[in-house]
């Protein structure tokens, strides 16, 4: 093969590199492009509901923390200042109110500046708490079915009911779901679904809803035991 033959071959293999560079160059651009547009499309709602998927998730794992710490779960808030009761839950009742923001050193609220409610089994919220006979009353239902869990956190939405950072209860701006009424009040059972209309009476529902998961706690405190 003759010299300048060889170099035809060469210079056109560097076009064919070049061009695959160039293409995968393109190609990411693209994709950069496709994500910010995704992001900058995203609506005010959206991203106030990922707020509070976030700050709920801070907060599970806040009140888990606080678990290794203290040997217990926190006692709810009963006010807007986010500091846990004093005085010990003696019922369900009694350890429903506010999520203890304070006192787990978090931010208040969720992504509509409501205050995340935040519902206790009274023997997880206390000294000395035995992981292996008490038991949680914490009962989720709607879609798959779940064990009862020690602590539930529950954010209101954007409609119906929901309490401010000042305390202050919020009017709805929807017609109130009968689901979200219930959860309003709950102590031990709560609902959890996908945000839409309710089945029964077609009335919005957006509650969003998470717990503590009772193994999680378990294995968690049972670690730290172990390396005391």
Known sequence: MSTSAAERRRGAARRRQRGAVLLLMLLVMMLGASALLMSLAATPSRQREQR?????????????????????????????????????????????????????????GDGWDHLLRYSVTPAFARVPLDLDSALPTKQVAGGAAQPPAPAVILSTGARNYGVSLLGIPQANEAVSSAEEAANAVASVRFIRRPAGNDVLDNQAFDDLVDVVPLRQLRQRMAAVAVRR
């Open 52 to 108: 509070t998927l976030q700050a709920m998730a801070d907060a599970r794992e806040a009140l888990i923390g606080f678990a290794l710490r203290n040997g217990r779960l926190p006692r709810p808030a009963t006010s807007a200042d986010g500091d846990e009761r004093s005085a010990e839950c003696l019922n369900d009742t009694d350890c429903t109110g506010f999520l203890p923001w304070r006192s787990l050193g978090l931010a208040p």
